[in-house]
C-alpha cells in the first residue's frame, strides 16, 4: 500500500485511546471505562500507572489500555501494549467483566530484566489460569525473560515477530 492509500482507510476508522489524542484523519474516542469497540472486542478502559522518573515529576500517571478478545467457545485473549498496569491488573479487570477465563496474553510485560525469583509470582499468576497463549513482546523484556516465559508454559508460548500472526493452539 502506498502511503496515500493506507492514509484514507484510516481515515474511515475510529480510535479507542486511553487518554485524549487528536489525529487530523480519525475519530478518537477516549475509553476511560471498560468499551466494547466490536463484537467480542473490549477496550478494558484506561488503567492507571506511575510513570517512570524523570516524566514523573511533571505527570506522575499515566494511562495504558489493553484489548481483550472474546474466542468463540474458548476464553478471552488479553493484548497489552507494554503492561505497565501490571499483568495482575489488567487480568483482574478482565476478570471482572466477563464470566469467560482468561486463557492467553500477548504483548508487553514490562519485565525488564526481572530477577528469577521475581518473575517466578508473575508466571505462577499466570499458570493459575491455564493459558493456552502466551506471547511476550522483546521489547521490553529481556532474553532471560522470555526464555523463562516460553519454559513455563513449553506448549502455549509463541514468538512475537514483527509482521507475523499469532496463532493459538
Known amino acids: 500500500f502506498s502511503a496515500d492509500i493506507s492514509q484514507q482507510a484510516l481515515s474511515s476508522m475510529t480510535v479507542f ?44 500517571l499515566g494511562w495504558e489500555q489493553a484489548l481483550a478478545i472474546n474466542v468463540r467457545d474458548k476464553g478471552i485473549v488479553l493484548v497489552m501494549g507494554c503492561g505497565h498496569p501490571t499483568l495482575e491488573a489488567v487480568v483482574k479487570r478482565a476478570e471482572a467483566i466477563f464470566d469467560e477465563p482468561v486463557i492467553g496474553m500477548i504483548g508487553g510485560l514490562h519485565y525488564l530484566n526481572m530477577r528469577a525469583e521475581k518473575l517466578a509470582s508473575h508466571i505462577e499468576f499466570i499458570r493459575q489460569r491455564n493459558p493456552v497463549l502466551v506471547a511476550l513482546s522483546p521489547h521490553d523484556s529481556s532474553g532471560k525473560v522470555l526464555q523463562a516465559f516460553e519454559a513455563a508454559f513449553p506448549d502455549a508460548y509463541r514468538y512475537i515477530v514483527t509482521g507475523n500472526e499469532v496463532f493459538m493452539p
Open 17 to 60: 485511546l486511553p487518554e485524549k489524542m487528536k489525529h487530523p484523519q480519525m475519530d478518537t474516542i477516549v475509553a476511560t471505562t471498560p468499551t466494547i469497540i466490536a463484537p467480542g472486542v473490549v477496550s478494558l478502559g484506561a488503567q492507571p500507572y506511575i510513570e517512570p522518573f524523570p516524566l514523573s515529576l511533571l505527570e506522575p
